[in-house]
């Protein structure tokens, strides 16, 4: 299935469409993500003049050093299109809202499935 990833700031509570990707999360976005600290200071040093930094990837990844200073220190996932959260159980349920969602829960968790990271 097609999915389109992006990365998420869970402590702004945005998803920014700066380098998404269909299959993202198999083709660099986890990476990328690991990297925003050193993307950050890229950017710090591209503002200084000091070196000319060119972005290759998807046409909207030109915005990735601006998000990579803004949230390098922050709580930055891979999310999905559809809500699913990389590396968390991912397994789909039912709200009593009628809703569709998705398990934020650490991979193989007891218990049951909770959009809360906790299980709360």
């Excluded at 998803?15 to 990707?21: F, I, L, P, Q, R």
């Excluded at 990297?35 to 930094?53: D, K």
Aim: aromatic share 8%; with cysteine.
């Amino acid at each position: 299935m097609s999915t389109y990833w992006y990365l998420h700031c869970r402590t702004c509570n945005t998803t920014e469409h700066v380098g998404s990707w269909n299959h993202g999360v198999d083709r660099g976005l986890r990476e990328i993500r690991d990297a925003l600290p050193q993307l950050a200071g890229l950017a710090s040093l591209s503002s200084l003049g000091f070196v000319e930094v060119q972005i290759a990837g998807p046409e909207d990844a030109g915005g990735i050093l601006d998000f990579a200073q803004a949230h390098y220190q922050h709580d930055v996932v891979c999310k999905s299109e559809y809500g699913e959260i990389d590396g968390t159980c991912g397994e789909r349920f039912s709200c009593v809202c009628d809703r569709v969602l998705y398990c934020a829960r650490p991979l193989g968790h007891d218990g049951g499935h909770s959009t809360n990271a906790d299980g709360s």
